[in-house]
């Protein structure tokens, strides 16, 4: 694996895990939760660097199906965070207190909210999207001398398993609340179990990966049937 491809990934994990931290804003605190989301924003810079030819080349060639998809979660990722970087700054009590920043407190923490949720739901989407490239490179790394059906078959499973609990987290937890801003208070419980918590945001996260892996897999393979008939 080359040395550029071993730092994608592991920003990318570590983008992860700070987004799954920061979503458990009461099992960590105030002051962690603003040192996370600073260290997330630094990695989804240094995300956007590593991956500069994706500008160069977002005005040319075709418009797929599966090209405009991927675009649209990826734009609409972008702007989420650029919403929940200005919200953060403007909220923060701690890391940027020493900002002259008055107001404008009430318009922030909506976009906070709206954004929290949001940016969990779109980032894990755009984790669908590039899936199988994480795929690839863990079969690369660990790789497997003889593809067993059944190894396939119990992976595919447990993909469905996990998708289908979480698609029940976002009723669990009244997402669509927080996603309209319906309500502009989160309700935390600051004494639930950080096993518990995470088990549901993972599995709303398999979901949201399976969705969008299966969904470019469709288009493209309808495109391939589309393009072998011309």
């Known amino acids: 694996m080359k040395p550029k491809a071993i730092v994608k990934i592991t920003v990318d994990i570590l983008m992860t895990l700070a987004l799954l931290f920061l979503m458990g804003y009461q099992l960590w605190g105030e002051v962690a939760h603003e040192i996370a989301g600073v260290g997330l924003f630094v990695l989804f810079i240094l995300h956007h660097i590593l991956n500069f030819q994706w500008y160069k080349t977002l005005f040319k060639g075709k418009y797929t199906a599966v090209r405009i998809f991927q675009i649209v979660i990826d734009v609409s990722v972008l702007i989420v965070m650029l919403m929940m970087m200005y919200?953060?700054?403007?909220?923060?009590?701690?890391?940027?207190?020493?900002?002259?920043?008055?107001?404008?407190?009430?318009?922030?923490?909506?976009l906070h909210i709206r954004g929290s949720y949001w940016g969990f739901l779109l980032m894990s989407l755009h984790l669908g999207l590039h899936w199988s490239m994480i795929l690839g490179m863990l079969k690369k790394a660990f790789?497997?001398?003889?593809?067993?059906?059944?190894?396939?078959?119990l992976c595919r499973i447990a993909g469905i398993v996990i998708a289908g609990y979480g698609a029940y987290i976002p009723i669990k937890r009244d997402f669509v609340t927080y996603l309209l801003l319906k309500q502009e208070f989160v309700f935390l419980d600051y004494n639930e179990s950080k096993i518990s918590f995470y088990i549901d945001y993972l599995a709303c996260m398999g979901l949201c990966i399976f969705v969008t892996h299966y969904a470019s897999t469709l288009l493209k393979r309808l495109r391939q049937r589309k393009d072998k008939r011309v």
């Open 87 to 110: 919200s953060g700054i403007t909220m923060s009590r701690h890391v940027f207190a020493f900002l002259p920043i008055h107001g404008g407190l009430a318009m922030a923490r909506r």
């Open 143 to 153: 790789p497997i001398q003889k593809k067993s059906k059944i190894w396939t078959g």
